[in-house]
């Protein structure tokens, strides 16, 4: 999987079936947030991902939607990176990692 970092670098790393997009990058020291430790109750960890791939995926859940909503620069083919699960599939994909993220529970207690 190869990241596009929010400030435009590239970063490629190997990874394991099942792992998600979002456990990968903390395990490799991508900066990608992820405020609700996977738990869908934030926009933190939205990835932006090639057209070919985010077809490879099954719907987004009605929960991630839902807080895709609220992330920041949502595309046609934005995913909460906790919610791609990585397999086969996936092998060679490209993701990029928006230039802001959102977190509403911050937002709300500053």
Known sequence: VTYV?????????????GWNLLDLAHSNNIDLEGACEASLACST???VMEKKFYEKLEEPTDEENDMLDLAFGLTETSRLGC???????LDGMTIRIPSASRNIKQEKMG
Request: hydrophobic share 25%.
């Open 5 to 17: 970092l929010q400030d435009g670098s590239k970063k490629t790393v190997y990874a394991k079936d």
């Open 83 to 89: 919610q791609v699960e990585m397999s086969k599939d």
């Open 45 to 47: 960890c939205h990835v």
